[in-house]
């Protein structure tokens, strides 16, 4: 079974410009989460798709917004991008987010805003 | 809020040597706690998890038990090897409502020696 896929793996953009990655749940995996990933503030979380409705949302700006599709893939996109936005950016499907129902986290897109 | 703390290190072992790398929990609900393991230019992947008190959660010879009396989910491994060295996360979910999203450490780096 092929795992998450997320893409592209990296990116560099300028500040100001807006970008959008990609990933690819487990077959069957319904529910997508993203994380953002820096060496200061460590793994946070950015929001939970299930069926396509957002359920759950961090603490981040509006300029982080994301979606998901019928297939259960999912997008995220940040606007206006500023330095701090360097990151990596972790996507992870399962079943159901739940106790019984771990993570499966991608590879993850290094981003990198200069 | 909801929270998880554990030792950062970064902690540098020689091989075959004992591993502990203490985790704490904030003691809200009844959360299930898990570790991960991030190896170097990869996503996180699941270790070991438990979801109650007294549970023993272990998996290629790392053991953590969720010790609510203590709120700690120490994570440890009698002989450390080579491959073992990444950094290894501890999280938190919670169980019930709609907080669809776990609570991760700051991580821990692991070197092995050999």
């Known amino acids: 079974k092929a795992g998450v896929t997320q893409t592209p793996r990296y990116l560099i953009k300028t500040r100001g410009q807006q970008v959008t990655l990609s990933c690819s749940p487990i077959?069957?995996?319904?529910?997508v989460s993203w994380y953002q990933q820096t060496p200061g503030q460590g793994l946070q979380f950015l929001f939970e798709?299930?069926?396509?409705?957002?359920?759950n949302k961090g603490n981040f700006p509006g300029r982080f917004s994301g979606r998901q599709f019928s297939n259960s893939r999912s997008e995220m996109n940040v606007s206006t991008l500023e330095l701090g936005d360097s990151a990596l950016y972790l996507c992870?499907?399962?079943?159901?987010?739940?106790?019984?129902?771990?993570?499966?986290f991608g590879n993850g897109t290094r981003l990198t805003v200069t | 809020g909801d929270s998880v703390t554990q030792m950062e290190g970064p902690v540098t072992l020689s091989e075959e040597a004992f591993l502990t790398i203490n985790c704490t929990y904030t003691?809200?609900?009844?959360?299930?706690l898990f570790w991960y393991v991030q190896y170097p230019g990869e996503g996180l992947q699941l270790l070991l998890k438990?979801?109650?008190?007294?549970d023993k959660g272990s998996n290629k010879g790392f053991e953590a038990t969720y010790r609510k009396e203590t709120t700690s989910f120490h994570l440890e491994k009698g002989s450390v090897q080579v491959s073992d060295s990444a950094v290894y996360f501890c999280?938190?979910?919670?169980?019930?409502?709609?907080?669809?999203?776990?609570?991760f450490g700051k991580g821990t780096l692991l070197t092995v020696n050999p």
């Open positions: 992870a499907s399962s079943l159901e987010v739940s106790y019984n129902s771990p993570l499966h």
């Open positions: 077959s069957g995996h319904r529910s």
């Open positions: 798709y299930f069926s396509e409705t957002q359920r």
């Open positions: 003691a809200t609900g009844y959360p299930s």
């Open positions: 438990a979801t109650k008190a007294d």
């Open positions: 999280a938190r979910l919670n169980s019930g409502g709609s907080n669809y999203k776990l609570t």
